[in-house]
């Protein structure tokens, strides 16, 4: 089980641990793939590039172990943009801005 806590309070990680460990024991797939979404959140608070691919290759291939269809979809897609997934950790930069001009010309 993959799980990283060091940026909640401590009152909070002891309560969502015992739901990880809940949705972890009901082995449902949309449960799983919470799981597998939930254990990713973190990489947007990491600083170090390298320390940021470590956790996405470790949660890559932990995710992979799940074998749920969907969701090796998504690993596959993110595998083909690990390039771009890196610059934006490094750079801390979004595509909001783009996707707000986007908005704009749609209308």
Known sequence: MLL????????????????FKLIDDTNL?????????ENLK????????TDAMN??????AKSREKAIYHINLVLKT??????GISNAIITKTTSAIY???NKKYRK
């Open 4 to 19: 990283f806590f060091s940026y909640i309070p401590i009152t909070s990680f002891y309560r969502q641990k015992a739901q």
């Open 29 to 37: 797939k949309t449960a799983q793939a919470w799981y597998i979404k």
């Open 42 to 49: 973190i990489l947007w608070e990491y600083i170090n590039v």
């Open 55 to 60: 956790l996405i290759n470790e949660w890559i």
């Open 78 to 83: 993110i595998q083909g943009h690990i390039e």
């Open 99 to 101: 996707e707000n001009n």
